[in-house]
């Protein structure tokens, strides 16, 4: 990706657009079974329709407005209700990817901000690009970073107790093969 340019990841169009048909489906035939229902007043089933309405129009914004933007300044991402968070590359402190998570640290912010891979396929497109582009953009500044404040590792083991040391050279001496000095040796099966 060029310096200026920048790029969009949202969730694939597909999903979007599943997903506003089944919630348009289902408050059809909520419809339908709420005029069935004789047990239900007009009015408590209208307020029941309008509260599956609310639902279903926040999900499909929340699914329609989620995007995350990859640009020369930064990472901008972008929630429904206008919700959106924006940090600068120079913001991130750390990085960890795995197939399934983005875990990125920002500077200021008490937790971290972290973008999911969820199991089903529900995620943003290009997931892999998305983790590609921000590791092209912060590693080789973190890796500077790490190098420089990098600790010598030091192994320290605990020595060993004089009695170990002791039976130890006791039991691989030829010593400990003839028994115990005293006493004389019995087979099994003899009488004192």
Known sequence: MSATAARTFTLSRSLRLVAAVQFAVLLVLLAVAFA??????????????ILFAVLAFWVNLELNATRVTLDAEGVAIH???GFWRRFRWAEIDDLDCSPRLISIAVRGLTSRVKLFRP???FALESFDELQEEIAE???PRLL????RVAVPVVYTYPGL?????????????PLSSLGPCCSPCRSPGSRP
């Open 36 to 49: 069935g229902d004789r047990q239900l007043s007009t009015r408590e089933a209208g307020l029941l329709w």
């Open 79 to 81: 929630r429904s209700f």
């Open 119 to 121: 199991v089903r396929g």
């Open 137 to 139: 953009r912060v590693m």
């Open 144 to 147: 500077e970073t790490w190098n």
């Open 161 to 173: 107790p004089r009695g170990v040391i002791l039976a130890s050279i006791w039991a691989a001496s």
